[in-house]
């Protein structure tokens, strides 16, 4: 806690005054590592409200963080019955949708948040899934980006908490995200906005690496850049392995 | 307990990996199959991504045949040439299977031709196991021997015939290729061994006797198993070594376990589970196709 409040002094003094209410903000951790133990993660992300003035008179002070994971084009297949089963028929291609997202505010995002704030800004979890790429062979994709989020709702990959940013007197704040434990590696970015009356009074972005360490990263990086040897050492392990406990079980036996 | 994949990107329970290996294991040791027709919708089941669940699985195939081989090699329940025949067959097999599974992949179709190359597949061999043991049985109860094996059917005509000394046959190589070159194929495909095929053709349509029949499916399994892998992990890095090592691991207990318990039970006896349990998969799978999904939507990563 003492580290915490050191963090914030030390953040407070270095910023420039600019605006009349300033977002200053720091994270539990910037680097996630993924070993062989990896079980998911959790990431505080905490700060306080900068002013140079009295507090303003106009609407409650709001906050929104969100936590966006790398992005990539997804295919979203439909299921219909041909002939008596049930086949993959119709696709569309989303071009760009994070792999992991997540938003945590400090009330209901439809009362502090003005929609063309968030249109500009991607900030619900519907706008941050954006461009479709491709040829569209459906009349109509909603369906289809319904189930995208879905989905991935289910899997506790994009996720929704109003009401889960504490504010603290007016000044301190801080959101608590749960890392689901299939997390793939990537730059995640962060972003707090500060608000009022539904509009963006700052902002504040941050970056999370998540990156696999030590076996994890040695795979991984072997499996991609020299996949002949990495074929043979599977294979190698599995006959070992194989001819190794068929030996062990013949000595048991004798 | 769980344990991160590297390639599949998940975190599993590693008691569960160990256990699914073990279950396998111990079918492998009892049947001469690989497994593979269990482990790769289990693994689908547990959330491993279907690439890499099918890649992985022939690893895992590799390590629970190279087990058993050395036990039937021990038994001298091998037949090598015969072995060798299958095998480059099953080499062909297996790159024309991995071209396709790419080509299926792109399409979207994958899980479609996999899970109907299961029912049908599995469901008829199962079932064709199924009524042969029963008579058999039956044979056997009422004290009637049993008839010629060697029963003179198109396949003895055929040309290029060659003396196989272990199984006691004459027969033309062409057979034995097309079967190889068919569960290469499957074994690409599925993910799987191909032993559930293998072995009902080897008896019913190669005619060779039962005793060397499980040595030497196992002694083309591995070798094709390990080509697949190979491709696999070249062509879409899916091979997760992890993955297979914790699969092995139980694997290769069970089937060592399997392989004594099946030196115990009669082959007749042995032909029935098999075909109880090959029928259990195959309804099970089919029911999936011909039941409304849950979820008619479903996400690749990646464009179209």
């Keep these: 806690m003492r580290r915490f409040a050191l963090l914030i002094a030390a953040a407070l003094a270095v910023a420039t005054p600019t605006r009349a209410e300033e977002v200053v903000a720091g994270l539990s951790q910037d680097n996630i590592g993924i070993t062989a133990s990896f079980d998911g993660s959790e990431i505080l992300i905490y700060g306080a409200v900068k002013r140079y003035a009295p507090e303003p008179a106009t609407g409650p002070l709001e906050i929104i963080v969100t936590l966006e994971g790398p992005v990539g084009p997804v295919t979203i297949r439909r299921k219909s019955r041909e002939m008596g089963i049930w086949v993959n028929t119709d696709a569309v291609e989303v071009g760009a949708a994070p792999s992991f997202y997540a938003v945590a505010t400090s009330g209901p995002m439809h009362l502090i948040l003005d929609p063309v704030i968030d249109v500009r800004e991607r900030i619900s979890i519907p706008l941050a899934v954006r461009a479709f790429a491709g040829p569209i062979e459906v009349s109509d994709v909603r369906p289809f980006t319904e189930a995208l989020l879905r989905i991935r709702k289910d899997e506790g990959l994009y996720q929704l908490d109003e009401g889960a940013v504490h504010i603290v007197e007016g000044t301190l704040f801080r959101a608590d995200f749960e890392l689901p434990a299939n997390l793939t590696e990537g730059d995640y970015k962060t972003r707090i906005f500060l608000l009022r009356d539904g509009n963006v009074i700052d902002q504040h972005r941050a970056a999370i690496y998540v990156r696999k360490v030590g076996l994890e990263r040695w795979l991984f990086a072997l499996s991609r850049d020299y996949a002949p040897i990495y074929g043979a050492l599977s294979l190698a392990l599995a006959v070992f392995s194989g001819w190794a406990a068929a030996a062990v079980f013949r000595l048991i036996r004798s | ?304």
């Design chain 2, 1 to 304: 307990m769980q344990i991160y994949l590297p390639i599949a990107e998940v975190s599993v329970n590693l008691f569960l990996l160990l256990g699914l290996g073990g279950m396998v294991g111990l079918l492998s040791g009892l049947f001469g199959v690989g497994g593979g027709f269990l482990i790769t919708p289990l693994l689908f089941f547990i959330g491993i991504p279907p690439t890499v669940a099918v890649a992985t699985g022939a690893n895992q195939v590799v390590a629970s045949s190279v087990s058993g081989v050395l036990a039937q090699f021990k038994r001298k329940a091998v037949d090598v040439p015969m072995g060798i025949v299958l095998l480059i067959g099953g080499l062909v097999g297996s790159g024309l299977g991995i071209w396709v599974f790419n080509l299926l992949t792109e399409l979207g179709q994958i899980d479609l031709v996999v899970q109907l190359s299961y029912v049908v597949f599995l469901g008829s061999i199962g079932l064709l196991m199924l009524q042969e043991a029963i008579r058999a049985m039956q044979r056997d109860k009422k004290g009637v021997k049993r008839g010629k094996r060697h029963t003179h059917i198109w396949v003895h005509k055929l040309p290029f015939k060659v003396k196989f000394r272990a199984s006691g046959l004459y027969i033309s190589l062409i057979p034995p290729l097309l079967v190889g070159v068919i569960v290469g194929i499957l074994a690409a495909i599925m993910g799987v061994g191909g032993g559930f095929i293998m072995v009902p053709a080897m008896i019913y349509l190669l005619g060779m006797p039962t005793k060397v029949v499980i040595g030497t499916s196992l002694f083309q399994i591995l070798f094709v198993s390990a080509f697949t892998t190979m491709l696999h992990a070249i062509t879409n890095q899916s091979v997760d070594v992890l993955l297979a090592l914790m699969l092995i691991v139980g694997g290769v207990i069970g089937a060592q376990i399997g392989s004594r318990l099946g030196a115990r039970l009669k082959a007749e006896q042995l032909r029935i589970l098999l075909a109880l349990l090959v029928i259990a998969v195959a309804v099970k799978l089919g029911l999936d196709l011909l039941i409304r999904p849950k979820e008619l939507f479903s996400l690749f990563a990646g464009g179209l």
